[in-house]
């Protein structure tokens, strides 16, 4: 049968697939539409496992915030190169995802690729995956996600999707000032990489290795135990305010520490406004 460009075309239109890879199909299908659609999908799980071992240190961060800020989701997907992170194929997979992991109550990524893809029919997500691995022809996963819910949730992508982060905020409600302030914090939380949002939350572990690092430096300065003490205490003191959001100087003010920030806008707003909890991706970190 004669493969005709017309017939290409459809087919490179439904698949998204190259032209020569389309042509093949066809000619290995007789010219059956749906069998060259089978036969590229069953293409997509050969490449797939070809690459299966490869690393996936590229990719994207996506956040999908609800209109009403109450809840949102945010996930990373990976590949192999940065050109791959940066084509439409790659980037509508990533955006597709947020999207039906905002919408459904899944809590695993092996939860997520056993779900019907919401846009492509008749396919699963990890179907979905394996036609984005063929088009690209590069390993492609979902790395991870975060789900919050609350009382207002805002997130903040920088650097082309190489850094995203999501942040609670609670007290504000839905107000204008309190959005704002979110996002702020939520950039905060991506330029500065803080460890928690207070020094509660440090866990025990690293406190403990940090306490153990300035002991060991300061005995070697040969003072006396009273003072290699407070010198411990006064370098745990510096940490906690570098690594806790809460004591970092305010990105947008540094004369002012983040809590100040919180407490000049709760003013405004006649209440208290606390940061829940945040969660920051970095692309391959």
């Known amino acids: 049968m004669e493969i005709t460009a017309e017939m290409v075309k459809t087919l490179r239109d439904k698949t998204d697939v190259g032209m020569m890879d389309c042509k093949k199909a066809l000619k290995e299908t ?34 999908h915030i609800a209109p009403d800020h109450k809840s949102g989701v945010l996930l990373e997907v990976n590949c192999e190169s940065d050109f791959v992170a940066k084509t439409d194929s790659f980037q509508e997979l990533g955006s597709r995802l947020a999207e039906q992991l905002a919408a459904a109550a899944l809590e695993t990524v092996e939860d997520l690729l056993t779900q019907p893809a919401k846009h492509q029919p008749g396919l699963t997500v990890s179907d979905y995956v394996n036609e984005v691995i063929a088009k690209t022809g590069e390993k492609c996963q979902v790395r991870r996600f975060a789900r919050y819910r609350g ?11 190489k850094i995203g982060v999501m942040l609670e905020l609670s007290g504000g409600g839905s107000a204008p000032e309190a959005l704002a302030a979110a996002k702020d914090l939520a950039m905060q939380v991506a330029a500065a990489n803080p460890l928690s949002v207070s020094r ?26 009273n003072i290699i003490e407070k010198m411990v205490v006064g370098r745990l003191d510096k940490f906690f305010k570098e690594f806790c959001l809460l004591e970092q100087p305010f990105v947008k003010n540094p004369d002012q520490t983040v809590t100040q920030f919180l407490q000049e806008v709760g003013k405004k707003l006649g209440n208290e406004l606390k940061v829940r909890g945040f969660t920051r991706y970095q692309v391959g970190a």
């Open 151 to 161: 009382d207002l949730v805002a997130a903040y992508i920088h650097h082309g999707g």
């Open 30 to 63: 007789a010219g059956d539409l749906e069998a060259a659609i089978a036969y590229l999908r069953q293409k997509g799980l050969a490449v797939a496992g070809k690459r299966a071992d490869r690393a996936t240190s590229e990719g994207t961060v996506w956040a």
């Open 200 to 225: 509660e939350e440090v866990s025990a572990e690293t406190v403990a290795k940090e306490k153990a690092i300035y002991e060991a430096q300061a005995k070697d300065s040969g003072k006396p135990a």
